[in-house]
């Protein structure tokens, strides 16, 4: 059914993958660290690293996402093996996830969500 929502993308989307393997592992560590037990730890290193939330890429390069999950082996490596459509569509997901976490850790964290 196109349109529906699969993860998180809509499914129009999702079938448009090149790199699947690389993008399920990847969405679903992302999917796990912001799962309601580890987001608060996931912010908290953000903020220990001194990075901006919505900075994808910098997340990647300081192995945060690993340091929550330590399930996922190398994230920046699965990320660089994506292509930059593929890339998109993960840096996607990933902003809509950190735009869903709930308003007391968004307020408690709020220096992270600041664009500036």
Request: aromatic letters at 8%.
């Amino acid at each position: 059914m196109q349109g529906a929502r699969h993860g998180g993308l809509p499914t129009s989307c999702h079938k448009n993958i090149e790199r699947e393997q690389e993008f399920e592992e990847l969405r679903n560590a992302i999917n796990r660290v912001f799962g309601s037990d580890k987001v608060e730890n996931f912010l908290r290193r953000v903020r220990k690293n001194d990075v901006r939330v919505r900075d994808l890429e910098t997340v990647l390069a300081r192995r945060i996402l690993e340091s929550v999950d330590p399930t996922l082996q190398s994230a920046q490596n699965l990320y660089q093996a994506l292509t930059i459509s593929d890339q998109a569509q993960l840096r996607e997901f990933y902003l809509s996830k950190v735009e869903e976490v709930e308003p007391r850790l968004r307020t408690k964290f709020q220096q992270l969500y600041r664009y500036y």
